[in-house]
């Protein structure tokens, strides 16, 4: 049999492979999703579909606009690591402007399929947990992780939070919810998107409930069938009892009165704090990040983050304007489309993991940003 290699298939091979490269089963991979991003970089190139539009034309100039600041940094700081690093977050988002509507919804529905499968192997990995022990246990940057039968996980105080094949389940959460906001501006069938959206709550993860709370009402208030959203909101109100009763999400909740009653008391929280007193103190740290050792990223920064700052110390605002830029978006476009309502979730997420210029996150979350640029195109 004759097999065709297409422009479409060669990037919806490395769209799949890139979306689940985060985890120890991929442990290397990270790694060389730079050398794969400069072959995609290439092959855009080779084959001269390089888009000339007016919209392109102005995205090219904001990729060039960040090198140009990442420059200044990597001057100001003696280090090329934020113009190495903004060099490869830039490919990552030339080449996925250069993916068609039609190549993202069939990504889209191809990873909705891998999901759905790894939703269910997470859940019988979850129930596993309670009656044994992991079958092994592994590590991915020096922490610990567990293999419960049909997943990889993280054990907590009640229940282990099964992660499939990520890190850490926040990770697999956060993806779930990436992979539901592009269905949902794909207009894609949101019953599947809602079996996503149910099934991640084994992951446990606050973030995911938030999102998943606020992505459910920009369906219910975007959907002109009274009858369907009625029934939505009954299964949610139904699934959320059983989760509260079932003492899945119970950690959670503990933790969140917790860290309502001292804020303190939260690492996320101490981490922010940490990282404005450096700012507030001194306004060089603010343009152009903290000492030379954190922006080549050779000195330990536990304590900065991860937090919406974080970004601010690897090169300062000269370096992160694109990451603050989407957040802005992400929380103003819906006061103008309240259908993009679910966009909020997903600026929320990103409080959490300030990734957007870091692989694979930033080759991902442009899978986004792409289908927001040429929304036009888009299916109804």
């Known amino acids: 049999m004759k097999i065709i290699i297409t422009k479409e298939k060669i990037f919806l091979l490395f769209g799949i492979i890139i979306y689940l490269s985060i985890g120890p089963i991929f442990y290397h991979l990270p790694i060389k999703l730079v050398f794969l991003i400069i072959f995609l970089f290439c092959f855009v190139l080779c084959t001269k579909a390089i888009d000339i539009s007016k919209k392109a034309i102005i995205f090219y100039f904001g990729i060039l606009l960040f090198l140009i600041t990442n420059i200044v940094t990597s001057i100001k700081n003696g280090t090329s690591t934020p113009f190495i690093s903004s060099i490869i977050c830039s490919a990552s988002f030339f080449i996925i402007f250069h993916y068609s509507i039609k190549t993202i919804t069939k990504l889209t529905e191809i990873l909705t399929v891998i999901f759905k499968y790894l939703l269910i192997l997470a859940w019988v990995g979850l129930i596993y947990s309670i009656f044994f022990g992991p079958l092994f246990i592994t590590t991915y940057n020096e922490r610990p992780i567990y293999f419960y039968l049909t997943t990889f996980g993280t054990q907590d105080i009640i229940l282990t939070r099964p992660s499939a094949i990520y890190d850490e389940p926040g ?43 606020i992505w459910i009402f920009s369906i219910i208030i975007k959907d002109n069938n009274k009858k369907k959203r009625l029934s939505i909101l009954i299964a949610c109100i139904v699934f959320g009892f059983v989760l509260y009763k079932s003492n899945i999400i119970q950690w959670q909740i503990n933790r969140t009165e917790k860290w309502i009653e001292n804020p303190q008391s939260s690492p996320r929280i101490l981490s922010y704090y940490n990282v404005l007193k450096n700012i507030e103190g001194n306004k060089q740290n603010f343009i152009y990040g903290f000492n030379k050792k954190i922006v080549a990223r050779e000195e330990e920064t536990s304590d900065y983050g991860e937090n919406v700052l974080t970004p601010l110390i690897y090169g ?35 409080f959490q993991r300030p990734y957007l210029l870091e692989l694979p996150y930033s080759f991902c979350i442009a899978l986004l940003i792409n289908l927001l640029i040429k929304k036009h195109d888009c299916i109804k």
């Open 316 to 350: 300062g605002i000269l370096a992160s304007w694109p990451f603050y830029l989407f957040i802005g978006f992400c929380f103003c476009y819906p006061l103008f489309k309240s259908k993009q309502l679910y966009l909020i979730g997903i600026g929320l997420l990103l």
């Open 171 to 213: 990770a697999f959460s956060f993806f779930i919810c990436l992979l539901v906001a592009l269905r949902t501006k794909l207009g894609l069938n949101s019953k599947t998107s809602l079996y996503l959206i149910l099934g991640g709550f084994v992951t446990q993860s606050l973030a995911h409930i938030i999102f998943s709370a």
